[in-house]
């Protein structure tokens, strides 16, 4: 049985979820000298012990592969062992629903900072004409503000996290307040090659990276593991880069493993306080707020207003509009891969780097007429990584054999492949929504949600784009595709693959069309503001964590303002 | 000294400012020091003759593979998972009895000349017969893991030429490596 305790204090604002949008808003709030309770659904974060960073394979027994080598049974641990998120795809005894003809994957990180600990830190500006679609081409939704509104947001997000890149003037790529990109890689500097040939666009990389040393945190030291977690803080975590800075100003009270469940209100239909389960006792906790953001992540702040039911509200609360879970989703996603003879026999050297490529492909063709009515941009990889469990099973499924000569194919294969992966944006369809299924609960007895998602041929013609774009790419530079997808159907990304999970709690100047006004509150609960990527009308072809800590930081500004004219 | 004091070091010097080279060659001769030592090894998961024949194989697959603990690698796997414990189980047994039918041997008893016979069949998907099947399907396995667990070992990272996981002031890239893959590329 849970048992009800009633904790005594009243917080000025409860911040459900400690990644990037509530990273964002708890440190904003506490340099405003406003209190706030955060409540994190897993354990702290310790980046001394937590993170992997400069760990040999060969420092633990399975070298990578997980216990009894789970990874060579699909098994193992999503983005390697060596990553520093605290999730997956699947959490024990947490559970979600796929309707019947839809594929849908979420990836969730329980821990103080969730997904930014190991993202992949691309922060791209949206364009101004990404935030107008419907405007542009007559499909989709215009987002109730405009690229003025978040520009200054954009600035602050990007001069405090620090965000790498250079002024180029592309309407599709705004230019921000960038630190130095490192020089392209060998294999980069090829790849430029081939783009300039082909009049696309190859620039440097933006990345949530500092080249120099900010705010007390040190210039990056390029040994490219920014996914296993930065001890240093050389990248950008809202854990580091937010939350724990935040907590030193004492304004912080921070409470982790709290699995928030419901939001309690009272008769006038404000929010009085947050239901949570303790998931160290599994009982339930509340502590009471005179406002709550939600920042639990897209489908996680979707499920705890559609879980939060009472007299007035009985479809969820804030959804007055019904639109509560509708909207959803993901970007598009498309890799190949491809060999480059011109890289073999080359000098060895340390190609580390950032973690993550040092240029990158914006879109190119937002002016020109193609068959599908969105962009994506173009990611890269390549180099010299280090070898892990499975770097060179290529090599031995094609070279076969064995001894020196199998020994002499591995050594030349190594740093010679590069790989294009290409992002794009998905256009809002009836098909893809979440809900509650109304037949499962988690271990903590919370209702979970239940996922619908479609594809259109908006988004396959896009990925045939893709597919042509990189080939030409790898023929330009002189290299052999060696990574096809077998089947057509098979080539796009399965929804939530790529991680951008944005809607379902939509902004929108209309009441009876979206939740949010465009401040990112609620229109029917003056004291509930969402600041994670739920608010978003729709993701363009960009990463959206640096949107989401921009839109976080002017949401808890207004949310600071109201409060100080006493209207919340 | 334990990982976690590298790592604290690390964050140490690297809060002081940019990681030295110092500091990174250190790390570097920390994590080399970490590497299993020697010594008589009683396997874990595989009977003594299996892990022997393993062993040998993974000698023969990747010259240097001991170096790797090649062997070791795999019988702690096989030790933690009954599925890759019925791999290698299997596929040693069916090794031997493929060897004592043709040669009236087992693979550690045979001659150099006869296992390389065999291994010529099984190491390629282009000899696949009903007959040969598992043995191919084996010996990709071992191939397999054989190669990650001597190329994740000190000694094969070195071997490939993998130069990083250091602390770098600032990220170069030398142009002498640029000016060779320029020229041996269509931009030449």
């Known amino acids: ?568 | 000294m334990t990982r976690r004091d590298i790592l604290s070091r690390i964050a140490a010097a690297a809060m002081a400012g940019p990681v030295g080279l110092e500091a990174a060659q250190h790390v570097h001769e920390e994590a080399a020091a970490a590497t299993p030592a020697g010594g008589v090894y009683k396997p874990k998961g595989l009977t003594q003759h299996e892990f022997d024949t393993l062993r040998t194989l993974s000698e023969i697959i990747v010259p240097g593979a001991s170096k790797g603990s090649a062997a070791e690698f795999i019988d702690l796997l096989a030790s933690q998972n009954t599925d890759m414990l019925t791999i290698y189980t299997g596929g040693i047994a069916w090794l031997d009895e493929a060897m004592k039918r043709q040669y009236h041997s087992d693979f550690l008893g045979a001659k150099t000349e006869q296992r390389t016979e065999m291994l010529d069949k099984i190491a390629y998907r282009k000899n696949r017969t009903a007959e040969l099947a598992p043995g191919i399907t084996f010996f990709n396995w071992a191939r397999r893991m054989t190669v990650d667990a001597y190329y994740t070992s000190a000694a094969g990272i070195k071997e490939v030429g993998y130069i990083g996981n250091r602390g770098m002031k600032e990220f170069k890239v030398p142009q002498e490596a640029i000016d060779y893959a320029v020229k041996r590329s269509p931009f030449a």
């Open chain 1, 1 to 568: 049985m849970f048992q009800i305790t009633r904790s005594a204090p009243v917080y000025d604002v409860v911040i459900i979820g400690s990644g990037a949008g509530g990273g964002t808003v708890t440190k904003v709030l506490a340099d405003l000298g406003i209190s706030v309770a955060l409540l994190e659904a897993g354990p702290m974060l310790h980046p001394e012990k937590d993170f992997k960073e400069h760990m040999w394979p060969y420092q633990v027994p399975h070298r990578g592969s997980g216990d009894g080598g789970a990874s060579y049974f699909g098994r193992g641990r999503a983005f390697g062992f060596f990553s520093a998120h605290a999730g997956g795809w699947q959490l024990d005894g947490e559970p979600y629903t796929v309707a019947e003809g839809s594929k849908w994957n979420w990836f969730r990180s329980r821990i103080v900072g969730g997904r930014t600990n190991h993202y992949g830190r691309i922060s791209l500006r949206y364009a101004d004409y990404d935030l107008k679609p419907y405007s542009r081409d007559g499909i989709g939704t215009d987002w109730p503000i405009s690229y003025e509104d978040i520009a200054p947001y954009y600035d602050k997000a990007e001069s405090f996290i620090g965000v790498t890149g250079s002024k180029e003037g592309i309407r599709s790529a705004p230019d921000g307040v960038f630190q130095k990109c490192p020089p392209p890689r060998v294999h980069e500097v090829l790849i430029k090659k081939a783009a300039d040939k082909l009049g696309i666009p190859c620039i440097p990389n933006r990345l949530a990276v500092i080249t120099q040393a900010t705010n007390g945190r040190p210039a990056c030291h390029y040994c490219g593991q920014c996914g296993r977690g930065c001890i240093p803080a050389s990248n950008y975590s809202s854990s580091q880069v937010q939350v724990f800075p935040a907590m030193q100003t004492g304004k912080v009270t921070l409470i982790t493993d709290a699995m928030a469940r419901e939001l309690i209100t009272n008769d006038e239909g404000k929010v009085t306080a947050v239901s949570y389960i303790d998931k160290k006792t599994r009982t339930e906790k509340q502590i009471k707020c005179r406002t709550v953001v939600l920042a639990a992540s897209c489908c996680e702040s979707t499920r705890l207003l559609l879980n939060s039911k009472g007299k007035g509200h009985e479809n969820g609360l804030g959804n007055s509009s019904g639109t509560v879970g509708q909207y959803l989703t993901d970007n598009t996603g498309f890799s190949l891969g491809a060999r480059i003879p011109a890289l073999e026999g080359m000098m060895r050297h340390d190609s580390d780097g950032m973690g993550g490529a040092h240029l990158y492909m914006p879109w190119w063709l937002w002016d020109k007429k193609t068959d599908f009515p969105r962009g994506y941009h173009v990611e890269l990889g390549g180099g010299y990584g280090m070898p892990g469990v499975g770097s060179f099973a290529g090599v031995c499924a094609q070279h076969e054999g064995y001894g020196d000569s199998l020994k002499k194919a591995i050594y030349d294969d190594f740093g010679t492949h590069v790989g294009f992966s290409g992002r794009g944006e998905m256009i809002p369809n009836k098909n893809t929504y979440c809900e509650i299924d109304p037949n499962v609960v988690d271990k903590y007895g919370i209702p979970v949600l239940k996922f619908h998602f479609k594809w259109t041929d908006a988004e396959y013609k896009q990925v045939d784009h893709m597919e042509k774009t990189f080939t030409d790419l790898i023929e330009t530079m002189g290299g052999t595709v060696v990574r096809r997808n077998r089947l057509a159907s098979d080539k796009i990304s399965t929804g939530g693959d790529i991680i951008h999970e944005v809607g379902a709690i939509r902004m929108g100047n209309d009441p009876k069309m979206a939740p949010l006004n465009k401040y990112c509150q609620s229109n029917d609960v003056k004291n509930v503001f969402v600041a994670d990527a739920a608010p978003f009308v729709t993701n363009p072809d960009k990463n959206p964590t640096l949107t989401i800590v921009a839109l976080a930081w002017r949401t808890a500004e207004y949310l600071a303002e109201e409060m100080r004219k006493g209207n919340v």
